[in-house]
């Protein structure tokens, strides 16, 4: 069993930041990809970075320049720092990693709870 979930969010001024955790535990091998995704009022989920185990990051064209993903293998944990939030950043944050729970079994896709940040003035 692999728990994942974030933690950071919440209601911030336009111009603000804040940075998001998501860590996992349980039966944990190995992680690949990690990523956060968001999903806004009557919108849909949309993958907002992502950082692959050697370090290679990605991000939706919105947030680049303004998000920061990173990783820390030894505590099983992602990070996404967020600056110049924008009221069209509000939306509930979902953390995804890869996770392999045994060298004899494959990896798959489990999701966090959660976190909701909110940008408004």
């Known amino acids: 069993q692999v728990h994942v979930v974030e933690s950071g969010g919440g209601l911030v001024q336009p111009g603000g930041s804040l940075t998001l955790s998501c860590t996992a535990s349980?039966?944990?091998?190995?992680?690949?990809?990690m990523g956060w995704f968001r999903q806004a009022p009557g919108k849909q989920r949309e993958l907002v970075a992502s950082i692959t185990s050697r370090g290679v990051r990605d991000y939706i064209d919105s947030v680049r320049g303004r998000f920061t993903i990173s990783r820390d293998d030894a505590k099983n944990a992602v990070y996404l720092q967020m600056n110049n939030l924008q009221p069209e950043d509000t939306a509930v944050y979902y953390c995804?990693?890869?996770?392999?729970?045994?060298?004899?079994?494959?990896?798959?896709?489990?999701w966090g709870q959660g976190t909701r940040v909110t940008v408004s003035s």
């Open positions: 349980g039966s944990i091998f190995r992680i690949d990809v």
């Open positions: 995804n990693i890869d996770v392999k729970e045994s060298l004899y079994t494959t990896y798959f896709n489990t």
